[in-house]
């Protein structure tokens, strides 16, 4: 993902001072772009000690948290580097596509949304095209779990929490 | 660009697919709960 290897310590500096941002804007700014993705961080103290340490160059952040700058400043980045663009593009998409996983229910909600069906008789879908279609969901949803650990392994998120 | 992108740019869209999967597959079983549909047989008597 070429746009997050481009991306130094001076962007994410000019990034945070074209909004006019202080360091524990920042931090607030990256936590909640991290909540809207279900995503931990560090906490915010831990944060506003990391980001000016990043933004001197002296520590690189992990991707994880290069994808939340993407997300907070996608405009920014697209604007002020159009060679990155692809780049930046994916990474949101990126972004949005763990977002939209975080945002999905569990296989127990799943199946108590099979038995409330399964209570209710239909014309348009049969007892047993609902259970199929409750047990086709659960499936995709080991995919999506057994996809965003193969994805956390290549971004490296192993726990970069402090 | 590194192998390494291509493997993360093939996990996103396989992602991407499954997730679109059970969202869909929850549109379906949320619009049978939403959907007011013929009552029950015993309910007509």
């Known amino acids: 993902v070429h746009a997050l290897a481009d991306v130094t ?62 997300k907070v400043f996608g405009d920014i980045a697209r604007d002020l580097s159009p060679g990155m663009a692809l780049g930046t593009d994916f990474a949101i998409r990126l972004a949005e596509v763990r977002s939209r996983a975080a945002r999905l229910p569990g296989p127990e909600e799943i199946k108590a949304l099979e038995a409330a069906a399964l209570a209710k008789p239909r014309e348009s879908m049969t007892p047993a095209q609902i259970r199929s279609r409750a047990a086709e969901t659960i499936t995709h949803l080991h995919e999506v779990a057994t996809k965003l650990a193969e994805l956390s392994a290549l971004l490296g998120d192993d726990g970069d929490k402090s | 660009m590194s192998a390494r992108d291509d493997e993360i740019r093939r996990v996103v869209a396989e992602l991407d697919v499954h997730v679109a999967k059970v969202e869909a597959d929850l549109a379906v079983l949320k619009a049978l709960l939403a959907d007011d549909e013929v009552p029950a047989e015993e309910d007509l008597s």
């Open chain 1, 9 to 70: 310590g001076e962007t994410l500096r000019s990034w945070r001072q074209s909004k006019g941002w202080d360091v524990p804007r920042m931090a607030r700014e990256l936590r909640k772009a991290a909540r809207d993705s279900g995503e931990d961080v560090a906490a915010h103290h831990g944060l506003v000690k990391m980001i000016p340490q990043w933004e001197r160059g002296g520590r690189a952040p992990r991707e994880r948290y290069k994808l939340l700058y993407l």
